[in-house]
């Protein structure tokens, strides 16, 4: 565990407290680059899909994505914009730490990082790190190697992202959580190019029902993996 983060990893967040760790952690890591770049990624996605055959191996790298994702996203995001922390991640600086059935368990980074001095001006600044410097060069790779749009693993992140939004703002109503909301709400990044965080979720009224529907605006194929059906928020369902 990173102690500077260790006021975020209590109640529903104690789970987190083993994902974002520092080089003395005993597990064993591979370089991510060269987990994306090597017969790693193969062997992992090969493995995974053993519990799923003949299944499309686009829906599985989807699916395999939403382990990376959901175990780096939450620490992460919430370290900016509760704690005002900033971490290091290039993905050429970080190794990943799977479990014994090759999902992610945790992310071994090269140190603590520190606290934003001076404060991030606007969302792109403050998750810089996260989007261009991790999560692209990593969607790109998978969407690669399986021949899979990126847009599907940005859904992914996107649809993380946002949940962890709502969640910060019922447990901490008072926490500024401003820059996630810009910007999951900015067309498009600062040089002009689309966001692929932008409005990753809807929210629909249903005729009948007083509460609104949450819908992913791109559906993650999790239909396409043998045995598994369409989310409980896919718009195709």
Request: charged content about 20%; hydrophobic content about 40%; glycine content about 6%.
């Amino acid at each position: 565990m990173i102690p500077a983060l260790a006021p975020l990893f209590t109640g529903d967040f104690e789970h987190y407290r083993d994902v974002l760790v520092l080089p003395d952690d005993p597990r064993e890591g591979v370089p991510i680059l060269t987990f994306l770049t090597g017969h790693y990624l193969n062997d992992v996605l090969t493995g995974f899909g053993a519990a799923y055959p003949d299944s499309d191996p686009r829906g599985l790298a989807s699916i395999w994505s939403k382990y990376y994702l959901i175990k780096l996203i939450p620490p992460v995001v919430a370290a900016s914009l509760i704690l005002d922390h900033r971490l290091p991640l290039q993905l050429d600086r970080l190794q990943l730490i799977l479990d014994e059935s090759g999902l992610p368990a945790a992310f071994k980074l090269p140190h603590s990082g520190q606290r934003w001095a001076p404060a991030p001006v606007n969302p792109f600044e403050r998750f810089d790190g996260l989007l261009n410097h991790h999560l692209r060069p990593f969607i790109e790779a998978l969407a690669r190697h399986v021949r899979l749009s990126p847009k599907v693993l940005w859904s992914n992140a996107g649809n993380y992202f946002e949940w962890l939004l709502g969640v910060l703002a019922n447990a901490m109503p008072h926490a500024d959580l401003s820059h996630g909301r810009q910007l999951l709400n900015a067309r498009h990044v600062p040089d002009g190019r689309r966001n692929p965080l932008y409005q990753p979720v809807l929210y629909l009224k249903v005729d009948g029902q007083s509460e609104l529907k949450r819908q992913r605006r791109v559906c993650c194929i999790r239909y396409r993996v043998d045995g598994l059906d369409y989310c409980s928020n896919c718009p195709l369902s």
